[in-house]
Antibody, heavy 126, light 107 residues
């Protein structure tokens, strides 16, 4: 059974840092792109960042570029999101999600985010 | 970055057909994906690659694409379908974007 379990959320002051973790199990973690998606209280989904299978390609939404860093440890089946310079607007539930699909050479094809964790709440106080 | 636009809300009676649209320039070149999210739960993928349905998703969920607009259709809506629905697509730079979400109310 595929499982994604996030941890590391909590209350932090504006300007502070947090590192989120996502423990993956039930599938070959190193074979999939992985994403972080957040949802502010009462708001919609916002994609935050993703990382390629080998960790060499990473993409970010503009609002977190230079502040957040996505990484992974394929030996430990762990996905991370290092969040620095946190702002009140970063307050949200953060989900990790598996991107189903495959890559052929330099081209990657997605079948959507087929598994999600239950999320971890990050609250940034101003 | 670009935007995907959805209506904030759609209401239907049980047994009727619900249609939720999503529009955005990138949809003309990129696939669309649809997610269902119930209160307090993580999103669930209900449609991928414009119109494909993952295993386990009921046949009443379908979708279509035309130019810069995609549509999620739920036929014979049931009370359990009441949820927020989000469209998603990618842009050419490798990033993803979600629509603002549509709250489906089953009257």
């Amino acid at each position: 059974e595929v499982q994604l379990v996030e941890s590391g959320g909590g209350l932090v002051q504006s300007g502070g840092s947090l590192r989120l973790s996502c423990a993956a199990s039930g599938f070959t973690f190193s074979s999939y792109w992985m994403s972080w998606v957040r949802q502010a209280p009462g708001k919609g989904l916002e994609w935050v960042a993703n990382i390629k299978q080998d960790g060499n390609d990473k993409y970010y939404v503009d609002s977190v570029k230079g502040r957040f860093t996505i990484s992974r440890d394929n030996a430990k089946n762990l996905l991370y999101l290092q969040m620095n310079g946190l702002r009140a607007e970063d307050t949200a539930v953060y989900y990790c999600a598996r991107e189903n699909g495959y890559c052929s050479g330099d081209n990657c094809y997605s079948w959507g985010f087929d598994y999600w964790g239950q999320g971890t709440l990050v609250t940034v106080s101003s | 970055s670009y935007e995907l636009t959805q209506p904030p809300s759609v209401s239907v009676s049980p047994g009727q057909t619900a249609r939720i649209t999503c529009s955005g320039d990138a949809l003309a070149k990129q696939y669309a994906y649809w997610y269902q999210q119930k209160p307090g739960q993580a999103p669930v993928l209900v449609i991928y690659k414009d119109s494909e349905r993952p295993s386990g998703i009921p046949e009443r969920f379908s979708a279509s694409s035309s130019g810069t607009t995609v549509m999620l259709t739920i036929s014979g809506v049931q009370a359990e379908d009441e949820a927020d629905y989000y469209c998603q697509s990618a842009d050419s730079s490798g990033t993803w974007v979600f629509g603002g979400g549509t709250k489906l109310t089953v009257l």
